[in-house]
C-alpha cells in the first residue's frame, strides 16, 4: 500500500496523465489497448510530431513508435505488427542530457525509466500520455520494450533513433517539441497573466 501510495505521489508531481483500461496490470501511467494494430492515435485533434520503428533483436521491425501532441498533452504510442505482443514496457522523456538515467559507461538504465509496465497476453498497443509544457523544447524519448511473436520468439526492442554512447545497440529519440505543436508556436506558460 505504501509503494501506491509513493507511485501515486511521484506521478502527480511529474504531471502525467493517468488512464487504464487493462486490470491486469496496476501501473498508473499506462494505456493500454489490446488487441488491435492502431495506425494513429485514437485523439482525432492530435498532430504526428514523429514516428519511428520499433526494433526487435537489433534488426527486426515489430513495429512503430509514435509521438503525438494534442494541445499540452504528448503522447508515446508502441504499436505492435500482427504476430509480435508487446509484454513489457520501459519509456524515459526529458532533457536529452540529462534526464535519461544511464551508467556512467553510457548504457540505458530502464530498471530507472520513470515509467514502466508489464502487460497482459495480447497486448499490441501502449500509451504513455506526458504533460508537454514540462518538456524542455528539445526533448529525447528512450522507447524500450520486450516484445513476443505469436511463434514463440521472444526479444528486446528499442524505438529507432540515436545510439546512446555505451556499448549497447539501444537508441533514443529526438524530440523538437516547438516543431510539433500546431503553427510552431512555443507552448505558453500557463502561470503567465492574460
Known sequence: MRLFTLSLCFLFLAACSVEETDTAVQELDVQIEAGAFLAKSTSPTATLCQSTDLIAGQNIVVGTVDVYIDGFTLSVVYNTIPGWNIDETHMSIGNCTDDIPTTGSGNPKIGHFEYSAIHSAG???????????????????????????????????WGAGVPFPGRSWATYMELDTLACTSGGKEPSDPNEDR
Open 123 to 157: 497486448t499490441q498497443v501502449v500509451t504513455y500520455t506526458v504533460d508537454s509544457s514540462t518538456l524542455p523544447v528539445e526533448t529525447c524519448v528512450a522507447t524500450h520494450a520486450v516484445v513476443s511473436s505469436t511463434s514463440g520468439q521472444n526479444e528486446t526492442a
